[in-house]
Structures are given as C-alpha cells and as structure tokens.
C-alpha cells in the first residue's frame, strides 16, 4: 500500500512540470508552423475600422527571412506610400520615412507604442519566436484545441500575460488575449489560416482594441515561400530602395 501511495504522490507531483513541458512544446510547434519558411513575399492589404465602421485601406509589401529579418514597406496610399519598418536580430528595429534624411532607430520605449497608426504594438510586430519571448503554462485542454498562458519574459513587456488557443491537429493559433500591466484584457486577436504549398499561411488577421473600440484587419495575398532572398533586403540603407 505505502508503494501505492508513494506512486501516486510522484504522479500528483510530477503533472505540473508534465504540463509545463506538454506548453512548452505547443508553443514551439506553433514557430514552427508559423516561421518554418526559409523566407517569404507578399502583398499585406490593412483595413483600420474605428467605432463608427468607418474604413481606411492601406497596402503594403513584406519581405521575410528566417525568423528575424522583416521588412515591410507601405505602397498606398500615396500619403502612406514610403513608409517602411525593418525589423533585424536582437530585437532592433529601424524605421524609413519619406521625409527622414535617414532611418531612425526605434527605440525600446516606441516598441509599446501603435505600429504605424494599427493597433498592433511594435513590440507586437517584432516577434520572431514565441517561445523566446513568453513562459507559457497549460490553461485548458479542448477536444481541438489548447489554450496557454504566456507570460513575458522581458519585465518591460506591455503585457502582463496573454492567452493564447492553438489548432491541436495544426498547430497555428486561433486567437490571443492581451491583457495591460494592470491585469485588464485590453486587446484581442483572431486567425485564419491557409495551406500555401507546404506551409500554412495567416490569410488574415484581426487584431482588436477594446478599449478604443477600433480594430485592424490584415489579409496577405501573393504571399510566395522560399524564394532565396538576398540579405541586402534587409540592409538599413536599402529601405528606401524599391525591391
């Protein structure tokens, strides 16, 4: 009987670092879903909606290699057209505009800051790798899905956690809840994915300010995987140059 007893409480010990483990894997299964291509372009349409339904299109180019260099660069409207952001390793990001003389560094306090009037955050914009930047642990496990908690590794984060519901069979994320320092959800993300070729594309996504009550919708079209691109892309002095 005491073997009994003493197996079971190895059991009951053991599930939270089971758990934590299953998490761990869940989350890097999603980068690999979402970051497997060697690189990729595409054409980015952004549809902002504030409270009133009232629409702006913007549309813009990305150019992506491995998990950590990505350029995009706004081709319309004309006012927006020019606009680029270039994000490289390490968590630097640069940014172009018609009327700088050169591109600027963002710095660390811009990245809680909107992204180019969206509402997506540069911090939001700049992650390459999810289970670099979170520790997830294990909410609740569904007959398709799993839901995480993550929770910042970085203190300067502008979140406290995110929730976050995965595809079981997949392995792409459904959606994501942000919540403030404060404790408050304050934003929220859907996703639909597609399979382009061998790998599975975010045909849209739809990012949600609840507090401002406005939203940003992205669609990718043309989107073209492993297409050998150059690294001088993504070379600083490059982003005003057409590609």
């Keep these: 009987m005491k073997y009994l007893f ?4 190895l059991v ?12 761990k894997a869940i989350l890097e299964k999603m980068d690999k879903v979402m970051f497997s291509a060697k690189d990729r372009v595409g054409t980015i349409t952004i ?9 702006k299109v913007r549309e813009a180019e990305i150019f992506q290699k491995g ?6 660069r706004y081709t319309k409207p004309e006012s927006q057209a020019g606009i680029a952001t270039l994000s490289l390793p390490g968590g630097v990001m640069w940014m172009s505009m018609p009327a700088f003389a050169k591109p600027k560094k963002i710095s660390l306090l811009s990245k809680s800051q909107s992204f180019t ?6 911090e939001d914009m700049n992650i390459s790798s999810y289970s670099d930047n979170f520790t997830p642990s294990m909410e609740s496990v569904g007959k398709n899905d799993y839901v995480l908690l993550l929770i910042p590794k970085d203190e300067k984060s ?10 079981k069979a997949n392995g792409y994320p459904i959606w994501m809840k942000y919540y403030n320092r404060q404790g408050r959800m304050f934003k929220d993300a859907s996703y639909k994915y597609e399979k382009v070729g061998n790998y599975w594309n975010a045909k849209e996504v739809i990012m949600k300010d609840l507090e401002k009550e406005h939203s940003t919708i992205i ?11 150059s690294d001088d892309i993504f070379d600083v002095e490059n982003m005003k140059q057409d590609k």
């Design 6 to 9: 003493a197996s079971l409480f």
């Design 12 to 23: 009951i010990y053991m599930l939270p670092a089971m758990a934590q483990d299953d998490a």
């Design 47 to 55: 549809t902002l909606v504030d409270k009133n339904g009232d629409e």
């Design 67 to 72: 998990t950590d260099k990505k350029l995009y």
């Design 117 to 122: 009037g969206t509402d997506f955050s540069f």
């Design 158 to 167: 502008i979140y406290s956690k995110v929730l976050l519901r995965v595809d």
């Design 219 to 229: 669609n990718l079209s043309r989107i073209k995987f492993d297409q050998g691109l």
